[in-house]
């Protein structure tokens, strides 16, 4: 019988181990990116050098003056970095060394974002130029405290959901995007924002939400604001569900679309879906439903 104690308090200890060690793993505390990778993928090319060949160039990435990861371009001006950035949102410094000068830039980078980078670089003006720049981000799911801020309007912003949440903001996380173009495709809900989640996206050009459900889901006291810059050139917003809602807002939500030129909020069921004390304010745009 003592045997037999023994060995179910042996089962219990193994037991208890195994759920420790699974939470530790894949558990509640984990937080930010959505599908698993934290890293950054920079696939660069260098299109010119003034006066000067392409390849054999010493490209380096630094955050907070500690090297993350160094490439040599081949010879068609092509480098690739990869790297584990300290935060969700942060500022980096690429640097390229020339046989006569080494000439670098700042620039935000996102945990888990795969990042295309195309520059010029101009040893006697002593210039570094960006001529594109798009950044194709996993889904972001930031819960508690989380921060996001991106703040680069060189840069098209676009993510993929899968068929999955886009962008998911609970607990009193914070996402701020604000890029050249921003585009959400393939979302089961393009933003989903609970209890005091903040989402703010804002494009010098076009905003596009295309979701299978809700388009905008806001409940609790969250806010979402989808609006231009304060430099827009031709901003535009597009909101699509089709399925379910254009915009749900519940609770004391409150919702903020402000273009600088057209925008379209449609959905297979409603436009917009208010309930409780929320607010949504489309300035204008139209309504569209079936």
């Known amino acids: 019988m003592k045997k037999f104690l023994q060995y179910k308090h042996f089962l ?6 195994v759920s420790y060690a699974s939470y530790g793993i894949t558990g509640c505390g984990s937080s930010g990116g959505g599908s698993g990778s934290k890293k950054v993928t920079i696939n660069g090319i260098i299109e010119d050098v003034v006066g000067g060949s392409v390849d054999d160039i010493r490209v380096t990435v630094f955050e907070n003056n500690n090297r993350k990861d160094r ?4 010879a068609a001006g092509e480098f690739k970095l990869k790297f584990k950035p300290n935060n969700e949102a942060s500022s980096i410094k ?3 060394e020339l046989p006569t000068v080494t000439l670098s830039r700042f620039i935000t980078v996102t945990r888990g974002s795969d990042v295309d980078l195309d520059v010029v670089l101009d040893p006697v003006m002593q210039t570094l130029t960006i001529t594109g720049w798009t950044v194709d981000q996993k889904r972001l799911n930031l819960s508690r405290f989380d921060e996001l801020i991106f703040n680069e309007t060189e840069a098209t912003f676009r993510i993929d ?10 607990g009193e996380s914070r996402i701020e995007i604000t890029a050249e173009s921003i585009s959400l495709i393939d979302c089961s809900e393009g933003i989903s924002a609970d209890s005091f ?9 076009d905003i596009n939400v295309i979701a299978n459900k809700d388009g905008i889901k806001a409940k609790d006291n969250t806010s979402v ?6 430099n827009a050139e031709d901003n535009n917003i597009f909101i699509t569900s089709t399925k379910e809602n254009g915009i749900r807002a519940s609770g004391a939500a409150n919702v903020l679309i402000d273009p600088q030129n057209l925008c379209t909020i449609s959905g297979a069921k409603n436009a917009i879906n208010q309930s409780g004390t929320s607010t949504v304010d489309p300035d204008g745009c139209t309504l569209v439903v079936p």
């Open 161 to 170: 959901g899968n068929s999955r949440k886009c962008i998911q903001a609970s």
């Open 94 to 96: 690429i640097e390229f």
């Open 197 to 205: 989640g903040l989402v703010i996206l804002e494009a010098l050009f």
């Open 12 to 17: 219990l200890i193994l037991l208890l181990a």
């Open 71 to 74: 490439d040599t371009t081949n």
């Open 225 to 230: 604001t989808l609006a231009m810059t304060n």
